[in-house]
């Protein structure tokens, strides 16, 4: 389940739609979180490199 929420925030996150990305990571439990996290440290990652990075500001 968390798996899906975790995909349902970063699909959400690539639209643009951060509401809807903060309420799905919101319903993450804590238990399913550090799964999450750990699986993701065991390959290199991050929960960071997951989601796109905004665009600098032009000027």
């Not at 951060?18 to 550090?34: G, V, Y």
């Amino acid at each position: 389940m968390a798996a899906g929420e975790l995909r349902d925030a970063i699909h959400a996150a690539q639209r643009g739609d951060t509401a809807t990305a903060t309420a799905a990571l919101m319903s993450i439990d804590p238990e399913s979180w550090h799964a999450i996290e750990t699986r993701l440290n065991s390959l290199g990652g991050s929960i960071a490199e997951l989601f796109p990075q905004p665009d600098p500001p032009n000027g």
